[in-house]
């Protein structure tokens, strides 16, 4: 069975910073990785999905990457900002598609200015 | 553009009581689903259907009941809720199943309270 974890839990860092996000996997035969926000009260936001041959996807200051023989992502965030506070989610889906999709529980990030 | 929208976004109910939580999508989207999300649990899917009159049974469907009788809509019915309900809900929706690498969108949830 899947199972999937992120550490840390919580993050907190000062403005400005870099910082990375860690998300492990138990079962490396995986169709894609999603990383999403989740804000305080909101849903899930869609931030980055790496396709299982792909290593690495950017957005903005968001860049993810993925190692799936060692069953890691990562999430890079550039230059945090406060804005940025939220919880981060992993997800990964295996080949029979989102029926599938096991998430991690979570980094909660609090960015101070 | 409204995307995905839940209704309520908070209810409370006594235990033994029946509710249905809103789901509805504009966005043309075959597959639709139910979380759950509890306190150190991750999301865990409950029901999912993969287009109108076809659903099917997620992780942790004891207790839920779901139809789609259109595209737009897939509505969850809690038949008599437990405290063990008590959780925030979020529906999702996608253009496909996952299997072509396509994101899924999420509505901001309902917070349930069963007493």
Partial sequence: ?113 | NAGVTQTPKFQVLKTGQSMTLQCAQDMNHEYMSWYRQDPGMGLRLIHYSVGAGITDQGEVPNGYNVSRSTTEDFPLRLLSAAPSQTSVYFCASSYSTGSTNEKLFFGSGTQLSVL
């Fill in chain 1, 1 to 113: 069975k899947q199972e999937v974890t992120q550490i840390p839990a919580a993050l907190s860092v000062p403005e400005g910073e870099n910082l990375v996000l860690n998300c492990s996997f138990t079962d490396s035969a995986i169709y894609n990785l999603q990383w999403f926000r989740q804000d305080p009260g909101k849903g899930l936001t869609s931030l980055l999905l790496i396709q299982s041959s792909q290593r690495e996807q950017t957005s903005g200051r968001l860049n993810a990457s993925l190692d799936k023989s060692s069953g890691r992502s990562t999430l890079y965030i550039a230059a945090s900002q406060p804005g940025d506070s939220a919880t981060y989610l992993c997800a990964v889906i295996g080949r029979l598609g989102f029926q599938k999709l096991v998430f991690g529980t979570g980094t909660r990030l609090l960015v101070s200015p």
